[in-house]
């Protein structure tokens, strides 16, 4: 007997029919002889609906209450999917995700995973019955109900398959698989069999939203067999697996874009030592990551320092830096958000000179600036402007043959 992790997005669960077909999924699942733990999201956009509730009676709500209010999404689609099942003959259980042994950190609103003790889970499933896990949750130290951050239910599930040792993890999702681009975007964009879990973890973080990153992390570190399947279709989807397990000819596996970008700078900011350290240090402080960072060249023992967050960070990250430009004796501060990041990952690129240029040339024919570049043994990004996106996109995808 095996065990399969299932997970189902928003779109899977978005009404009282879609939960009656993954419940269908559920049960052939278990009927090919598996024990199964099904890992759940909120029904359809409950979670922004209950976000513009919190924002209806407090302009700015305390995180805590958030998360008390948001993972309330998760058990309601739980407890219906378990009543559904149920109903069908199948005996299950529903569990939110500190009756699951989900310990996070005390970080509301974006808490990371500790520890997991999943004798709960072990105890239903020696009992016969599947498993139903509110997603995107988990319980602090302190007792507090917590929730992992948007697409938090990809992480729980990866993270229970992980300590539960299961077989693979499936995550159902309204799109087929991973794609060489956003489809929406590319209308040739094709279906990828395999990718490498290095492949997805950089398309995730730069704006592929099949898989969230941390889901992808804890699938690298724990060696979880990962697929990215439709909830709608029958079809295999894309399997995420360690390189070396896999044949890869591509240079580029894919195309990725994010418009969750926001670009900070500080100008004429002091040459020496701890300068640096000052500035990221205390947006660290606040819990903001910061992706890009360029520094301009030295004129009079002063540079430029510009650097990308995402946009919903901005009005934590300007005060921040506001403060740190007076204390650094820096000329002031200035931001933009109407930009995008534009990226190409292949693991093919670490041995194909030219990748970059070839990037480079597609974006110039098509009249496209680019504002700043990063790159990575498997990625190269660009900011570029937010409107020349999908000329971007698309042109990109046609350049590498995807």
């Known amino acids: 007997m095996g065990l399969v992790v299932q997970k189902f997005g928003g779109s899977s669960v978005a009404n009282t029919e879609r939960i009656k077909n ?13 024990q199964v733990v099904v890992v759940v999201s909120a029904m359809g956009d409950l979670t922004d609906e209950l976000i513009a509730l919190a924002h209806q009676v407090g302009s700015n709500p305390p995180d805590r209450e958030m998360d008390m209010l948001l993972t309330t999404g998760e058990q309601q689609s739980a407890a219906l999917l378990a009543i559904t099942l149920c109903s069908m003959g199948c005996p299950a259980v529903s569990l939110t995700g500190w009756q699951s ?9 974006r808490a990371r995973i500790t520890e997991i003790k999943p004798d709960r889970i072990k105890e239903e499933l020696n009992q016969g019955k599947v498993v139903v896990v509110a997603g995107y949750q988990g319980i602090s130290p302190q007792g507090d109900l917590t929730t992992l951050g948007r697409g938090g239910s990809d992480t729980t599930a990866v993270a229970l398959a992980a300590v539960l040792k299961a077989d693979i993890c499936d995550i159902y999702t309204d799109v087929d698989g991973v794609f060489t681009a956003d489809p ?26 099949v898989l969230q990153p941390r889901a992808v992390e804890f699938a690298m570190q724990h060696k979880v067999k990962v697929q990215v399947r439709s909830s709608f279709k029958l079809e295999t989807g894309t399997l995420v697996m360690e390189a070396e397990k896999m044949e890869n000819n591509r240079v580029v596996s894919g195309v990725a874009h994010d418009l969750n970008v ?35 060249a030295m004129r009079d023992e002063r540079n430029d320092i510009a650097f990308t967050i995402t946009k919903d960070d901005l009005p934590r990250a300007l005060p921040v830096v506001e403060r740190v430009c007076r204390e650094i004796g820096a000329s002031g501060t200035a931001y933009g958000e109407d930009l995008a990041k534009v990226s190409i ?5 670490m041995s194909n000179p030219g990748v970059a240029a070839t990037m480079f040339a597609a974006l110039a024919d098509e009249g ?33 043959n995807l």
């Open 262 to 296: 926001a670009k900070v700078a500080l100008f004429d900011v002091p040459d020496r030592p701890g300068i640096a350290r000052a500035v990221f240090k205390a947006l660290a402080d606040a819990n903001i990551n910061v992706d890009m960072i360029v520094q301009a």
């Open 368 to 400: 496209i600036n680019i504002q700043m570049i990063s790159t990575s043994e498997i990625k190269v990004s660009c900011i570029i402007a937010a409107d020349e996106i999908e000329r971007a996109v698309n042109a990109l995808h046609a350049a590498f």
């Open 184 to 209: 929406r975007i590319v209308k040739n964009a094709s279906k990828l069999d395999v990718v490498s879990y290095d492949e997805m973890l950089e398309l995730a973080s730069l704006g592929a939203v």
């Open 22 to 34: 993954v419940a269908t999924r559920v049960i052939s699942e278990r009927d090919r002889g598996n």
């Open 101 to 109: 042994g989900i310990m996070t950190d005390s970080i509301h609103c």
């Open 345 to 349: 990952v292949g693991s093919g690129m």
